[in-house]
């Protein structure tokens, strides 16, 4: 009804409302101050200025804006407003007394006047708030097509509460909380009441008829989140879970209705969040050329995302692929255009072609993401791995010392501890390479280590999703074979610290967390499609690929320390390497075609004593 009425009537009515407010808080002040008696006799004596008195009140109200703010949405800043708007119509008031010799109006009188106004004035304003919210929130219930709860009592729960509050056409209606904070059972914010927790999410879905469950818990880590999420799906079964993202993808600080979207791979594999300092990268990076070789893969790409926040003075991305370095300088032009950005196809195993590249731009820093890594494949395909891991590696720290670059790092993998394949024999190797080089250069070279990332070419994920979505089944290798995880926006950022902070010579590698299993990863994806495992789809699995492992490791136990970058660990020196190695690393690469693969991968150990193959395969 009142949504009906025009402006002007709207107007009329809260100008009428402050009116009789004012007036009673006025008449409040003298009945406080003054017998019955000596009430009616001052109030006779000061009502031929009570008008005006009101008037310089609302004339006030109206400066500072309280009546183009709608009521129905009042709350602490209108009430500051009120406070502020009551003070300087107080003044107003004493001033206009001073003048006029025939009003003298008591001090006690103004003083309970200026309380009592901003009591009955926000009085008003509440009582609007609370009976608009409380018909809403009527109406929702009433015509909701969900009924929430909204798990988590924190900071973001209610911020998203607020935010649902606000906006009740959406049909959602919130029941209440559940939280695991037994200090807060019982509890109410904004009116909604925090329920119970995790356990009793059963429960309270069959007595509120709940048929949604929105997360609320950014700061909740990978194995927590896993750990809920199993307990929800157990007890909650078919509804619908929602969740706000994590603080590192929040889009803004808000929680938001927007922010709300299905559980995704990445929020059960989500970290702690590490504030990192900014301040080394920058001093790295900026105003300086910074050369990324393979900037057009998954790694590469996000380096060169990250790199270009940084405002280098240009950047040049190397790769094979013209569709890849296309896609990539398009992106980074859109977001970064005032920065120079030139894209390079070229094949980093081509040294003149690499040698035309430094000539040209000049590179300062140089990030080498280049490398075959699928294990199997390479397994097949030997000479391949050798030729583009070990022959770019070569040229390209030869060229770094050359031209005396400042900062040369190698990403490198997991796969090269203990490696019993031939990509990670070959990363080893490039790992190496940059040491040896180490000796003999100006440039400092580093190596930073790293597992599986998340949505990288090749990864396990998106062969899952498309596995799914035909229907099933799903393929994994073997019921108890782990990996660890890691989203590449946080490795990139921790290769950029290790780059920063590092020392020339050293191996950096990241804490990964825990290893997570790939066939739970499988049950996972398949719940997040709403589906169930070995139910509506069907995990097969189809024992260990040539050179894949049951358990991958970063280091080994001990070797590690720590660094002053959270997350980041800098390995224990160990090169022994004879004098030929670099000799003995372009032999290989040179005389690799007239070998089989019996004969490979027995070239290879000797650059690699770890290194060993399954014997099956030789």
Same mark, same amino acid.
């Given at each position: 009804?009142?949504?009906?009425?025009?402006?002007?009537?709207?107007?009329?009515?809260?100008?009428?409302?402050?009116?009789?407010?004012?007036?009673?808080?006025?008449?409040?002040?003298?009945?406080?101050?003054?017998?019955?008696?000596?009430?009616?006799?001052?109030? #006779?004596?000061?009502?031929?200025?009570?008008?005006?008195?009101?008037?310089?009140?609302?004339?006030?109200?109206?400066?500072?804006?309280?009546?183009?703010?709608?009521?129905?949405?009042?709350?602490?800043?209108?009430?500051?407003?009120?406070?502020?708007?009551?003070?300087?119509?107080?003044?107003?008031?004493?001033l206009t007394n001073y003048l006029l010799a025939a009003s003298r109006i008591p001090r006690s009188v103004i003083l309970i006047d200026f309380f009592a106004v901003i009591f009955?004035?926000?009085?008003?304003?509440?009582? /609007?708030? #609370? %009976?608009?919210?409380?018909?809403?929130?009527?109406?929702?219930?009433?015509?909701?097509?969900?009924?929430?709860?909204? %798990?988590?009592?924190?900071?973001?729960?209610?911020?998203?509460?607020?935010?649902?509050?606000?906006?009740?056409?959406?049909?959602?209606?919130?029941?209440?909380?559940?939280?695991?904070?037994?200090?807060?059972?019982?509890?109410?914010?904004?009116?909604?009441?925090?329920?119970?927790?995790?356990?009793?999410?059963?429960?309270?879905?069959?007595?509120?008829?709940?048929?949604?469950?929105?997360?609320?818990?950014?700061?909740?880590?990978?194995?927590e989140a896993r750990n809920i999420f199993k307990i929800v799906k157990e007890q909650a079964g078919d509804i619908e879970v929602k969740t706000i993202p994590g603080l590192n993808?929040?889009?803004?600080?808000?929680?938001?209705?927007?922010?709300?979207?299905?559980?995704?791979?990445?929020?059960?594999?989500?970290?702690?969040?590490? +504030?990192?300092?900014? /301040?080394?990268?920058?001093?790295?990076?900026?105003?300086?050329?910074?050369?990324? /070789?393979?900037?057009?893969?998954?790694?590469?790409?996000?380096?060169?995302?990250?790199?270009?926040?940084?405002?280098?003075?240009?950047?040049?991305? /190397?790769?094979?692929?013209?569709?890849?370095?296309?896609?990539?300088?398009?992106?980074?032009?859109?977001?970064?255009?005032?920065?120079?950005?030139?894209?390079?196809?070229?094949?980093?195993?081509?040294?003149?072609?690499?040698?035309?590249?430094?000539?040209?731009?000049?590179?300062?820093?140089?990030?080498?993401?280049?490398?075959?890594?699928?294990?199997?494949?390479?397994?097949?395909?030997?000479?391949?791995?050798?030729?583009?891991?070990?022959?770019?590696?070569?040229?390209?720290?030869?060229?770094?010392?050359?031209?005396?670059?400042?900062?040369?790092?190698?990403?490198?993998?997991?796969?090269?501890?203990?490696?019993?394949?031939?990509?990670?024999?070959?990363?080893?190797?490039?790992?190496?390479?940059?040491?040896?080089?180490?000796?003999?250069?100006?440039?400092?070279?580093?190596?930073?280590?790293?597992?599986?990332?998340?949505?990288?070419?090749?990864?396990?994920?998106?062969?899952?999703?498309?596995?799914?979505?035909?229907?099933?089944?799903?393929?994994?290798? +073997?019921?108890?074979?782990?990996?660890?995880?890691?989203?590449?926006?946080?490795?990139?950022?921790?290769?950029?610290?290790?780059?920063?902070?590092?020392?020339?010579?050293?191996?950096?590698?990241?804490?990964?967390?825990?290893?997570?299993?790939?066939?739970?990863?499988?049950?996972?994806?398949?719940?997040?499609?709403?589906?169930?495992?070995?139910?509506?789809?069907?995990?097969?699995?189809?024992?260990?690929?040539?050179?894949?492992?049951?358990?991958?490791?970063?280091?080994?136990?001990?070797?590690?320390?720590?660094?002053?970058?959270?997350?980041?660990?800098?390995?224990?020196?160990?090169?022994?390497?004879?004098?030929?190695?670099?000799?003995?690393?372009?032999?290989?690469?040179?005389?690799?075609?007239?070998?089989?693969?019996?004969?490979?991968?027995?070239?290879?150990?000797?650059?690699?004593?770890?290194?060993?193959?399954?014997?099956?395969?030789?």
């Open positions: 009804m009142i949504k009906e009425l025009s402006t002007n009537t709207r107007l009329a009515i809260k100008l009428s409302l402050d009116f009789f407010a004012c007036l009673f808080a006025f008449l409040l002040g003298y009945y406080i101050r003054f017998t019955w008696a000596d009430f009616i006799k001052e109030i #006779y004596q000061i009502a031929p200025y009570l008008l005006l008195f009101l008037s310089i009140r609302l004339s006030v109200f109206a400066a500072f804006r309280l009546y183009s703010t709608m009521w129905r949405y009042s709350a602490v800043h209108s009430l500051i407003a009120l406070v502020k708007a009551t003070a300087v119509g107080t003044v107003a008031v004493i009955f004035a926000g009085g008003i304003r509440l009582l /609007v708030r #609370y %009976y608009s919210t409380y018909r809403k929130e009527k109406s929702a219930e009433q015509d909701s097509k969900r009924r929430v709860l909204i %798990y988590g009592a924190g900071d973001a729960g209610e911020q998203l509460l607020r935010n649902l509050l606000q906006y009740q056409d959406s049909g959602i209606f919130v029941v209440g909380f559940v939280d695991d904070d037994q200090l807060k059972l019982g509890k109410y914010i904004h009116n909604k009441k925090i329920l119970g927790n995790r356990e009793s999410i059963a429960k309270l879905i069959k007595e509120h008829s709940i048929n949604a469950i929105y997360f609320c818990v950014p700061s909740m880590t990978g194995s993808d929040l889009v803004t600080g808000r929680i938001t209705i927007n922010e709300l979207r299905r559980f995704e791979i990445r929020d059960l594999l989500r970290r702690r969040q590490v +504030h990192l300092d900014p /301040v080394p990268v920058r001093n790295l990076i900026e105003g300086k050329s910074v050369l990324v /070789v393979g900037g057009g893969g998954s790694i590469g790409s996000e380096l060169c995302r990250q790199i270009a926040g940084f405002k280098p003075n240009q950047l040049v991305i /190397v790769d094979s692929s013209e569709f890849n370095i296309y896609k990539v300088e398009e992106e980074l032009h859109r977001q970064f255009p005032d920065l120079t950005i030139t894209g390079q196809v070229a094949d980093a195993c081509v040294a003149p072609l690499m040698e035309t590249v430094f000539t040209r731009f000049k590179p300062q820093l140089v990030f080498h993401a280049a490398a075959y890594k699928h294990v199997p494949l390479m397994e097949a395909n030997p000479w391949a791995a050798i030729y583009n891991n070990l022959s770019s590696t070569h040229r390209l720290a030869h060229l770094a010392s050359r031209f005396n670059i400042e900062r040369f790092i190698l990403i490198s993998s997991d796969k090269a501890v203990n490696p019993t394949n031939v990509m990670g024999a070959t990363k080893r190797i490039c790992e190496l390479i940059c040491q040896v080089e180490q000796l003999k250069s100006k440039t400092e070279f580093l190596t930073v280590r790293f597992g599986n990332v998340l949505g990288s070419s090749g990864s396990v994920i998106p062969k899952f999703a498309e596995q799914i979505a035909a229907g099933g089944p799903i393929t994994v290798t +073997h019921p108890d074979i782990t990996r660890y995880f890691m989203l590449i926006s946080e490795a990139v950022e921790l290769v950029l610290q290790a780059g920063a902070t590092g020392e020339g010579g050293q191996i950096y590698v990241l804490d990964m967390g825990e290893p997570i299993k790939i066939a739970d990863l499988a049950e996972y994806m398949i719940e997040l499609s709403g589906l169930r495992p070995h139910k509506d789809i069907k995990i097969q699995f189809t024992g260990l690929r040539p050179g894949e492992k049951m358990y991958e490791s970063l280091y080994f136990e001990g070797e590690e320390e720590p660094t002053r970058v959270p997350n980041l660990f800098v390995l224990k020196p160990n090169l022994s390497v004879n004098g030929t190695f670099h000799r003995d690393v372009l032999t290989l690469v040179d005389e690799q075609f007239k070998m089989d693969v019996h004969q490979l991968k027995q070239e290879i150990k000797k650059l690699v004593p770890e290194y060993q193959p399954n014997k099956n395969e030789e």
